[in-house]
């Protein structure tokens, strides 16, 4: 890595894949949420290099290194909790508090949560994350999204799915699946009229996604036909 930037190329292609039991494992299949966009992380950061010390930000940056191989690599608990030498991310979130590195080491941390079923440590990061790019926000409020659905927060989830579709709807696959999440979720707790909204909304703006082919199927079961 360079000394004085955090680079995300080694995280362009990752993806977090969802392997969290409950809610979305019964009711979805193969649900992917992409890292790829974390890369635009990077413009979004490297203003902060020059007001945080260089000596701290370069010390910062390695230890994400390491623990983001240890991310990529499925070893979650060596993320987190770091090893013998290399601290994790939750150590880098406190030693390097301020630092561009430990705010994505919070998003990093509420992904492995996530992926590890506690949903409220999950939560707790997830919120803590900040960013000004667009894509990750989203990518990160979908996220959080997933722990309010495994918590059984249904409505905070549902909306909060809407909300993460509409920040960066260039990324058809995943508003998509956002929407659909909501509209599902509006469903189950009865309203029709949001799920409808929802399910609208995946024909209309997303029709050769995914979601866009089988969505007529779900909007027949409300009643709402061709």
């Known amino acids: 890595m360079a000394d ?38 990077a413009g979004a950061i490297a203003g902060y290099k020059y007001f945080i010390s260089g000596p701290k930000l370069t010390k910062a ?10 991310f990529r ?8 909790n770091g090893d013998a030498t290399n601290p994790g991310f939750i150590k880098i979130i406190d030693k390097y508090s301020g630092t ?19 949903f409220q440590n999950a939560e707790k990061f997830l919120k803590d994350f900040s ?8 990518r990160a409020k979908g996220l959080l999204a997933d722990t309010y ?4 927060k249904k409505e905070e989830a549902a909306k909060l799915y809407r909300e993460a579709a509409g920040l960066f709807e260039k990324d058809e696959f995943n508003s998509a699946e956002y929407l659909f999440r909501a509209g599902y979720l509006f469903e ?3 309203k ?5 909204e929802a399910y609208k909304a995946i024909k209309e703006k997303y029709p050769r996604s995914e979601r866009g082919f089988e969505v007529d199927k779900y909007l027949a079961r409300l009643g709402e036909t061709k």
Request: hydrophobic share 45%; charged share 20%.
């Open 100 to 118: 561009p590195a430990a705010n994505l080491a919070k998003f990093y941390a509420g992904a492995s949560y996530l992926r590890l079923g506690d």
């Open 4 to 41: 004085n930037k955090i680079t995300f190329e080694e995280v362009e292609n990752t993806e977090v894949v969802d392997k969290v039991t409950g809610f979305w494992q019964k009711n979805s299949k193969n649900i992917i949420v992409g890292l790829s966009a974390v890369v635009i992380l």
């Open 188 to 190: 189950s707790m009865g």
């Open 73 to 80: 690599m499925d070893s979650l608990q060596l993320a987190l």
């Open 61 to 70: 940056n390695e230890a994400m290194f390491r623990a983001e191989s240890y």
């Open 131 to 138: 960013t000004s790019a667009v894509q990750v926000n989203a």
């Open 149 to 152: 659905a495994e918590q059984g």
């Open 192 to 196: 029709n009229t949001e799920a409808i």
